[in-house]
């Protein structure tokens, strides 16, 4: 099926080249799928069967667009299999476990998907001599103890949950294995990357601020945040996958040395913002009035302050955010409502990576 021509200017390394995209149903990844099928990418999906949440990859027919399988990537045989056949010149690994609240219902599913599943794509990527692997955890990855810093690449991993915890493990074993199999190369061909909080159109997951809001309007139901007073570093979806693409590029085209430290932070230039004024911003771009019910039971552990420091990605990958906060919640709210107007959201949503395009520090 086609998809409408935009003048995509930056990227234009990705015509042709094969990319596997996992968890390519998922918010980011779906993003990502597109973005790359407009830059001229061959673009490869693998992830579980597309659920109710995921409606981003359903709302652009991805299904029709990219090479898509759907199967865990816990198993490894079928991976390996789907990964020799297509063999990619790149991978962009996103499957995971994504949200903090499911770690703590279904723990041993967020364990799996978060730590085997990666080593999974460490191993395929080992055994298959793929030529770039960009490998997604989350900032939440470092021990945080709540002493309002931001964390650079080298400091200390860990977690208080069973989510931060499995994106910390899955940090160890990325660490693991360049260390086991790949520091000897000349060359940098695998980087872990940890992006802050991401939003924008289509995210429809259980228990996450912009999808809670947007199901309050369309339901015209009661608004109930968690957290209210907790910072996060907010950032627009295109910002993070530009740094990943940038850096996906720059590994393929062995364009880093093997001594720099593979891993790289991506988030937002500007102070971090509270859930509750991210809340009020939303609506006043949206033009409604809500009241907004503060939930003080705290069911599981989420830390209050959260940020992490981007010098690296911009002193070694030439990468800073390119939207700022209001810009963010602006494309984001317009996304959401040109859904509700049933309007062509492949049209909508190319328009909006034309425009962050145009916008792009790198």
Not at 111 to 139: C, H, M, P, Q, W
Not at 194 to 223: C, H, M, Q, T, Y
Not at 276 to 292: P, Q, S
């Amino acid at each position: 099926m086609s998809i409408p021509l935009i003048k995509l200017k930056k990227f234009s390394e990705y015509k042709n080249l094969r990319v596997l995209v996992t968890g390519s149903t998922g918010f980011k990844g779906a993003w990502l799928c597109l973005w790359l099928k407009l830059l001229g990418a061959k673009v490869f999906g693998v992830s579980l069967p597309a659920s109710k949440e995921d409606l981003l990859y359903k709302t652009l027919n991805l299904s029709k667009r990219i090479s898509q399988t759907n199967f865990n990537i816990n198993n490894f045989g079928k991976l390996n299999s789907l990964v020799k056949k297509i063999n990619p010149d790149i991978i962009f690994h996103l499957a995971a476990q994504s949200v903090v609240s499911i770690g703590y219902y279904n723990p041993l599913e967020t364990f799996s998907s978060n730590i085997i599943g990666s080593a999974n794509i460490l191993e395929t990527t080992r055994l298959n001599k793929i030529k770039a692997l960009v490998y997604v955890t989350s900032d939440k990855c470092y021990l945080n103890k709540e002493q309002k810093k931001s964390f650079k690449e080298t400091d200390e991993l860990g977690g208080f949950d069973n989510y931060s915890s499995s994106k910390a493990a899955a940090e160890i074993i990325f660490h693991s294995y360049f260390n086991s199999y790949f520091k000897q190369q000349s060359k940098l061909h695998i980087a872990s990357v940890r992006a802050g909080n991401v939003i924008g159109g289509g995210d429809f997951k259980e228990n996450r601020i912009i999808p809670d809001i947007v199901k309050s309007i369309i339901n015209n139901s009661n608004l109930i945040i968690r957290n209210p007073q907790s910072y996060r570093p907010w950032q627009h979806v295109l910002d993070p996958l530009a740094g990943y693409l940038k850096l996906g590029i720059l590994l393929f085209d062995k364009k880093i040395k093997n001594q720099t430290f593979p891993s790289w932070n991506f988030g937002p230039s500007e102070r971090k913002v509270e859930v509750k004024k991210l809340t009020k911003d939303f609506l006043k771009i949206w033009g409604i009035r809500k009241k907004i019910i503060l939930n003080k039971q705290k069911p599981f552990h989420e830390s209050n302050y959260l940020s992490v420091n981007t010098s690296k990605a911009r002193k070694e990958l030439k990468w800073k955010p390119s939207l700022n906060f209001n810009d963010s919640l602006a494309l984001t709210v317009q996304w959401y409502k040109d859904l509700l107007l049933k309007k062509d959201m492949v049209k909508k949503t190319s328009e909006q990576i034309d425009i962050f395009q145009q916008k792009l520090n790198i």
